[in-house]
């Protein structure tokens, strides 16, 4: 049979998206629109009112200085519906609340609290978090955040074995300048303060009166030297004051999508085996200081949230937060037993064995009809009245504030 020549007129002439602009525009965030009405009233955040529980339930803006620090930070995501409205703002939730709450008593015991959030998809653990890291930067701490854990566990960037570790531990240069480079962005004004007090083996010249920003920025431009400076970087942070510096500033480290870091990733070692999470050296680093195995000397609160847009069928991490609400609800009731047909991993279970774990479920009427006003007031829907408050809330699944939003802003007209 006589094969028919295939159209020419098929082919694709356009020209090939670049080599990142494809991802790119899939991770694009729009943070404003300069469209939406300014609502008029709307409070900021200041020091003043960031314990203020007259504010839970209200909707609250953050202020423009710490916009780009947040940017940064990955504190805006992808899909979310901050390009709505005029300003970036959250809705107050008592566990938000009581999380900040929570930094002066670390700032003045020097302890470290760890916590995670878990919930089902859409009921606003990363904007949590979001509303956590502005509390920090407003009260002057050191922020450090893991934006999407997932990018760490894919096997697309280059990683190399740490010598002398048993078991072997893999460091990845080009997350690591990527660490450097935020935390110069985002605590430039904190870090300029102090300088570098110790004698460091590094490959790049550090004199005595280079600051820490200094350090974090040259860390940030070459990734081939970026562990080694990170953990330099490290130790200054968690050393001593010297001096007439004054005490070092606590830190917060953010890490959200945290169920990526529980399990193996699509990495290989030397023998085609898959490398386990905690076997990768900025995982480990961070996720000791969750696990109480290290603790930040001067004061400070690490705090994770897991995802459910992209959650792994994951028994061990099922289990551990199962296990944890009931210690953190210190209510009596029965640990979940493990099932003989599942494999556990025992990593896991000790990192969450002494963590506060705070489980989100769907806002209440009442903040919901706060939601729904400041939607009003930017000129999203017409009206807000008993009937339309219920109707959302019932539509959005009991008060899922992503339903809610897909609900109200994507069918609104």
């Not at 790119?24 to 300069?34: E, L, P």
């Not at 001067?298 to 991490?317: D, R, Y």
Request: proline share 6%; with cysteine.
């Amino acid at each position: 049979m006589k094969k028919d020549k295939k159209d020419k007129s098929a082919r694709k002439t356009g020209k090939p998206p670049n080599p990142g602009e494809r991802k790119a525009f899939r991770k694009r965030v729009s943070i404003s629109n300069v469209s939406a009405l300014e609502v008029e009233g709307l409070p900021f955040w200041h020091k003043g009112n960031l314990q203020d529980d007259a504010l839970i339930g209200s909707v609250v803006a953050f202020p423009p200085p710490l916009i780009e620090k947040l940017t940064a930070l990955g504190a805006f995501k992808p899909g979310q519906s901050w390009g709505y409205f005029r300003r970036q703002a959250v809705l107050v939730r008592r566990e938000a609340m009581d999380i900040v709450k929570i930094l002066p008593s670390v700032s003045e015991s020097k302890g470290t609290f760890k916590g995670l959030i878990s919930g089902e998809r859409g009921t606003g653990k990363s904007t949590i978090l979001a509303h956590v890291m502005a509390a920090a930067l407003t009260k002057g701490w050191i922020v450090i955040s893991v934006p999407q854990c997932n990018d760490l566990v894919l096997n697309n960037s280059a990683y190399n074995p740490i010598p002398d570790t048993e078991p072997t531990e893999y460091y990845q240069k080009h997350h690591m300048a990527s660490l450097c480079r935020q935390i110069h962005a985002v605590n430039e004004e904190v870090l300029d303060k102090y300088q570098v007090s110790q004698a460091h083996d590094l490959t790049i010249p550090v004199t005595p009166d280079m600051t820490l920003s200094r350090l974090a920025f040259l860390g940030g431009q070459d990734p081939e030297v970026s562990w080694p400076v990170f953990k330099a970087l490290w130790l200054e942070l968690t050393r001593e004051p010297k001096g007439d510096e004054g005490t070092l500033p606590p830190i917060l480290i953010s890490i959200d999508a945290i169920g990526s870091l529980m399990q193996k990733t699509e990495l290989r070692d030397a023998k085609f085996n898959y490398i386990h999470a905690h076997d990768l050296a900025l995982p480990k680093h961070l996720l000791a200081y969750l696990s109480g195995g290290k603790s930040l000397p001067n004061g400070g609160v690490v705090l994770g949230a897991t995802s459910a847009s992209m959650k792994a069928l994951n028994p061990t991490l099922d289990i551990a937060l199962q296990m944890a609400e009931i210690r953190t609800a210190k209510v009596d009731l029965p640990m979940p037993e493990f099932s003989p047909f599942l494999t556990y991993d025992q990593r896991v279970l000790d990192i969450l064995s002494d963590v506060s774990v705070r489980k989100l479920g769907g806002l209440s009427m009442e903040m919901v009809r706060s939601l729904l006003e400041y939607y009003h007031a930017s000129g999203l829907i017409q009206e807000v009245n008993d009937d339309v408050v219920a109707e959302k809330w019932t539509m959005a699944g009991g008060g899922i504030v992503k339903e809610l939003e897909k609900s109200t802003l994507h069918l609104r007209g």
